[in-house]
C-alpha cells in the first residue's frame, strides 16, 4: 500500500555513523512498507548496539519514521595485548567508530585500565600542564598508572593519593620547567619523597625530598 510507504524519515544525533548503518539496524529503507512495523522494537534494537547510548524511534502516521539517538561518544582508546578499541568514558567498547573521531584520544593499556581511565583522565583536565603532554598511560597490576608524556618523561604514579603526586609535579613544572630539564622519569610511588632519572648517566638518580 503506498500510503503506508516510509516516506519521510528524520533522523537526528548521528554524529560519527552514516544514517544508513542506522536504517540497516532497524530494517527500514525510504520507500520500504511501514505496515505493522514495531517502533518499540526498533528502539531497542538501536539500543543494543555498543555506539547507541539512548534512541527513540517514533511512527508518524502513516507514513513518516522519526528516529532520535544519543550516541556514545568516544573517549581513549585501550589497548589489551595487540588489539586495540575505542572505548567511552564508561569503558564501554565502541564499534565502527570513523578515523576522523579518533584524533586526539588518549591511550591507555593493561588489564582493567578502561574501567577506571575516566576518572585518571578527567583528572588531568584541571592539571593542564601534564595533560597537555600527556600521551598514555599504563596500568599496572590493575592497582597504579604509569602515565608517558609527549616529550619522553614517564610519570610512574602510586596506587594511592596519585592525584596528589601529580599536582605536586604541576606545581615544581610551573615553578622550575622541572618536565623541561632532560628528565627520563620520575617516581613517585613513595609517599615521603620522589626519585628523578635524568638522562645522563652521571646524574641518572636524584632524590628530592
Excluded: C
Excluded at 544514517?19 to 517502533?39: C, F, K, M, N, R
Aim: glycine share 8%; proline share 5%.
Amino acid at each position: 500500500m503506498a500510503g503506508y510507504a516510509a516516506a519521510d524519515i528524520q533522523i537526528d544525533g548521528l554524529t560519527n555513523h552514516e544514517p544508513e548503518t542506522l536504517l540497516a539496524a532497524i530494517g527500514v529503507t525510504p520507500g520500504g512498507s511501514l505496515i505493522g512495523y514495531d517502533a518499540a522494537l526498533a528502539r531497542r534494537t538501536l539500543e543494543n548496539l555498543d555506539w547507541v547510548q539512548e534512541a527513540k524511534v517514533q511512527r508518524v502516521y502513516p507514513n513518516q519514521l522519526e528516529v532520535s539517538v544519543i550516541e556514545r561518544r568516544p573517549f581513549a582508546i585501550w589497548q589489551k595485548g595487540q588489539s586495540y578499541y575505542v572505548i567511552d568514558a564508561t569503558g564501554a567498547a565502541l564499534s565502527g567508530m570513523p578515523s576522523a573521531s579518533l584524533v586526539g584520544l588518549p591511550l591507555v593499556t593493561g588489564d582493567g585500565a578502561q574501567k577506571v581511565a575516566a576518572e585518571l583522565i578527567n583528572q588531568l583536565e584541571v592539571i593542564p600542564g601534564i595533560r597537555s603532554r600527556f600521551r598514555a598511560a599504563a596500568r599496572v597490576g590493575m592497582r597504579r598508572w604509569t602515565l608517558y608524556l609527549d616529550n619522553g618523561v614517564t610519570l610512574l604514579l602510586p596506587e594511592r593519593g596519585w592525584q596528589k603526586a601529580l599536582a605536586i609535579v604541576e606545581d615544581l613544572n610551573e615553578r622550575q620547567q622541572l618536565l623541561a630539564k632532560g628528565i627520563v622519569s620520575i617516581d613517585l610511588r613513595l609517599p615521603d619523597r620522589f626519585a628523578v632519572a635524568v638522562a645522563k648517566p652521571a646524574e641518572a638518580q636524584a632524590a628530592v625530598e
